[in-house]
């Protein structure tokens, strides 16, 4: 059977010292167990190698002439493809000023002469080893990052062709609406009519999510009176609350906010949607309120549900999150409406936080600032919205 090739061969070891003894005795000991060596008792020169051909890891003196080891560390840390190489410092400097200079200009070890050499042999082999899994790991992320964009891009694609059918099934519902049907059959065309537009707004949910990621949304602000809004939002969702019981509560009589009325319709239509969707119709109780205090609104939707275990209560607003209830299996989150309220908020320099118990019930909370200081001169000046 051929011999198996030595492991070390595949490393490259940088010596640099200006004691030749030192420099001969790493070279030729280093050698023997198999790495390949470049030796140099210059920091110069040794720079101007790493530039061109650079090593895996690099054995660096501190006290030589005309360059000393601490700037050979930090001209070679400026340089991008090098700057991820581990240094190894040895000196005979053995105070504690010089080893925290020596990590404090990016050396990732220091050992102290007169060394041994099977204490020096120790820490390369480690230093290597941990560079490796650096290495692995960042081309790991690369590669995850890659596939990521790969599946956001089918998904915005496959979506982006489905809306336009959907749009289609709806405008055909309306004509069968209108015509003269049995109430059972009206009854069921407005059901599928219901989940079209579900499906359509989950869609549209998932495009918009994209373009706020990828910085192509801008928002359109206007005045806009948050009470009205939530009131006309709270209407439009009355039919899928079945016999659960829908409030909307106030301390404020009137709330003018400065924002992209469209997007925070439907932040408040996503938080409305799924409180109705996880309560429980028997003795459900769902209650929205609006409070205005200093240059905030608080928007709260709050239900007497099942409520969110608090392991999820973070995770539940990451993209495509699905948290479960350990006990009763019930699902807590849609997967991307959350997410869709959070950069919403977060756009107009507000927030969205959960507070939530299990079996007792949980509030979602949205605060904006009432003139979000980024709207700036983009900001069209409407009138208010007025009930209709």
């Known amino acids: 059977m051929p011999a198996r090739e030595n492991p070390q061969s595949e490393f490259t070891i940088m010596v640099v010292d200006d004691t030749p003894t030192n420099l001969t005795l790493l070279n030729d000991i280093l050698k023997k167990i198999g790495y390949r060596v470049l030796a140099f008792p210059r920091g110069d ?17 501190i006290m030589m002439p005309d360059l000393n080891g601490f700037e050979v560390c930090k001209r070679l840390k400026s340089y991008e ?9 040895i000196s005979a400097l053995d105070d504690l000023e010089n080893k925290i200079k020596a990590f404090s200009v990016g050396g990732v070890d220091y050992v102290t002469k007169p060394f041994q050499f099977e204490e020096v042999h120790a820490r390369v082999k480690t230093h290597l080893k941990l560079n490796q899994q650096k290495k692995r790991l960042k081309e790991n ?23 336009s059918p959907l749009m289609s099934i709806t405008g055909y519902l309306d004509l069968a609406l209108m015509e003269e049907l049995p109430e059972k059959a009206k009854a069921y065309l407005t059901n599928v009519k219901s989940s079209s537009q579900m499906l359509i707004e989950l869609i549209n949910t998932l495009l ?3 373009k706020i990621e990828s910085g192509n949304m801008s928002l359109e602000y206007s005045p806009v009176e948050i009470n009205n809004l939530v009131t006309r939002t709270m209407n439009n ?5 079945g016999t659960r019981s829908l409030k909307f509560i106030s ?3 009137e709330i003018i906010v400065n924002c992209d009325r469209q997007l925070i319709e439907r932040v408040i239509w996503n938080l409305v949607g799924n409180a109705i969707k996880f309560t429980p119709e028997r003795n459900g109780q769902i209650i929205v309120s609006t409070v205005a205090s200093g240059n905030l609104v608080k928007i709260g939707v709050s239900d007497n549900g099942h409520g969110i275990p608090r392991e999820y209560q973070e995770v539940i607003f990451e993209k495509f999150a699905q948290a479960h209830c350990r006990d009763s299996g019930i699902r807590t989150s ?6 869709f309220c959070k950069l919403v908020a977060e756009a107009h320099g507000g927030k969205i936080y959960v507070e939530s118990e299990q079996n007792k019930g949980t509030t979602f909370w949205v605060e904006l600032p009432l003139d979000p200081p980024r709207a700036g001169a983009a900001t069209r000046r409407h009138q208010p919205e007025v009930s209709s």
Do not use: C, Q, W
């Open 237 to 241: 969702l009355s039919a899928l609350k």
């Open 141 to 163: 992320y690369e590669r995850l990052k890659e596939l990521e964009a790969l599946r956001d891009s089918l998904v915005h694609m496959i979506v982006h062709d489905l809306r």
């Open 251 to 253: 301390k404020n009589k």
């Open 334 to 339: 849609t997967g991307l409406g959350l997410t």
């Open 81 to 89: 493809h090098l700057k991820e190489i581990p240094i190894i410092f």
């Open 208 to 210: 918009d999510v994209n």
């Open 45 to 61: 020169l040794a720079i101007k190698a790493a530039i061109k051909s650079p090593p895996d890891l690099i054995l660096l003196d």
